[in-house]
């Protein structure tokens, strides 16, 4: 088989994608990348991590972005907009879990998946809104990512069950709002499940038995295998192109058949 051909479908689009350093941040990047984008942002906490990947490509470029703060998010979006007149796209991907029943997570732990998961993606939603509305901003889409385990819950996930389920719900309100106030912006979710990123490694790593962990995950969706980051890439690409420009307050489940059981 050959290479995949793009459509482009994000020809002249500025994208700014947070988690950007790795994982599903970074492979929606690429993808945009592909698609066409005439810019993207690569933010992320890991300054490092985000201006190695940044030199991939001629539209890349990074910016330092703690999510769980304010006056970082009005930096980044307002130099974003200052250099390219604009921003079309936004995608929170920077999040954290933490396994923990709510016997045994701690109020910290609760706490800091909340600030990543909740506020950055709160926060991101308010300055996407503030610079894509009119009379100033051109509209936009901004994709949330929440996960099934937003959807379904999980024994030993209580912080992180909590803080996407959250996410789903901020999505809906905010495109409910925007759509009332016709500003042109749609606001989605994607709801992945088991993906193979450096998250899930982390996780399988904390057990006694990664591989045997990881095995267990695998056979527990019914297409047999956990997704690629590039799978959920591909969805980022469609709910950002003007294609789903009639779909908004939407979760969108990418789960291999795991919430049809």
Known sequence: MGEAVFMQRLAGKVALVTGA????????????????????????????????????????????????????WQRVMDAAVARHGGIDVLVNSAGIAVVGTIEDITLAQWHRVQAVNVDGTFLGCRHAVRVMKPPAGRGGTIVNLSSVSGIVGGHNLAAYNASKGAVRLLTKSVALHCARQRYGVRCNSIHPGFTETEMLHALAAGGRDPEALRERLRASVPLGRNAAAEEIAGLAAYLASDEAGFVTGAEMVIDGGVTAQ
Do not use: M
Not at 41 to 70: K, N
């Open 21 to 72: 350093a790795r994982g599903i941040g970074l492979a929606t990047a690429r993808r945009f990348a592909l698609e066409g984008a005439a810019a993207v942002v690569l933010a992320d906490i890991d300054a490092e991590g985000a201006g190695r990947a940044a030199t991939e490509s001629p539209v890349f470029y990074d910016a330092s972005l703690d999510v769980t703060r304010d006056e970082e």
